[in-house]
T-cell receptor, first 114, second 116 residues
Framework: DGGITQSPKYLFRKEGQNVTLSCEQN?????MYWYRQDPGQGLRLIYY???????QKGDIAEGYSVSREKKESFPLTVTSAQKNPTAFYLC?????????????FGPGTRLTVL | AQKVTQAQTEISVVEKEDVTLDCVYE???????LFWYKQPPSGELVFLIR????DEQNEISGRYSWNFQKSTSSFNFTITASQVVDSAVYFC?????????????WGAGTKLIIKP
């Protein structure tokens, strides 16, 4: 089945550690996105990529890094510079970066800093 | 600047009641798209509908209907004969080329609770 997978579902991190969240899609979509969601809040864009080897910062990119070496994969690294990383992280993809393209979402990764 | 407002933070109704979720948007663009997504307790967002700014026809899909009114900059979502499975957080989003650089601008979401 086509879709977006994110792993792990739950992730625990000690303060000062970097962690990488995985996002893979087999929808042959060009664009991919990372969002952060805090309890009771909406979605905030961290990074997005419209083509391989290119990505742009979203609204809250500080303390995060990404790579887009393959069309199918868009991993997100939460660095120790991110002061409050505990949140729900959602990865999404769309066919292109145009305004008419709906985004499809993965199941999310819930990150907790201990 | 672009903005999406979902003024209803939480709505609670009894099963089988009709319920309307409000969405008001702001944009300078004349061409734009509006979206509704559902986020059930599992967390994964599910796409419900997309509407472009040139199509003001109302849309109906089963128990779901959407009312798009450019005159009031609103794109409201109605669930008829609600069911417990409709309980979720619903997000309205806007995409406009100039205002949002092709990215989705999200509302804060409305939590819908359907009581049996």
């Amino acid at each position: 089945d086509g879709g977006i997978t994110q792993s792990p579902k739950y992730l625990f991190r000690k303060e000062g550690q970097n962690v990488t969240l995985s996002c893979e899609q087999n929808l042959n979509h060009d664009a991919m996105y990372w969002y952060r969601q805090d309890p009771g809040q909406g979605l905030r864009l961290i990074y997005y990529s419209q083509i391989v080897n290119d990505f742009q910062k979203g609204d809250i990119a500080e303390g995060y890094s990404v790579s887009r070496e393959k069309k199918e994969s868009f991993p997100l690294t939460v660095t120790s510079a991110q002061k409050n990383p505990t949140a729900f992280y959602l990865c999404a993809s769309s066919m292109g970066g145009g305004i008419y393209n709906e985004q499809f979402f993965g199941p999310g990764t819930r990150l907790t800093v201990l | 600047a672009q903005k999406v407002t979902q003024a209803q933070t939480e709505i609670s109704v009894v099963e089988k009641e009709d319920v309307t979720l409000d969405c008001v948007y702001e944009t300078r663009d004349t061409t734009y798209y509006l979206f509704w997504y559902k986020q059930p307790p599992s967390g994964e967002l599910v796409f419900l509908i997309r509407r472009n700014s040139f199509d003001e026809q109302n849309e109906i899909s089963g128990r779901y209907s959407w009312n798009f009114q450019k005159s009031t900059s609103s794109f409201n979502f109605t669930i008829t004969a609600s069911q417990v499975v409709d309980s979720a957080v619903y997000f309205c989003a806007l995409s406009a080329p100039l205002d949002s650089n092709y990215q989705l601008i999200w509302g804060a979401g409305t939590k819908l609770i359907i009581k049996p």
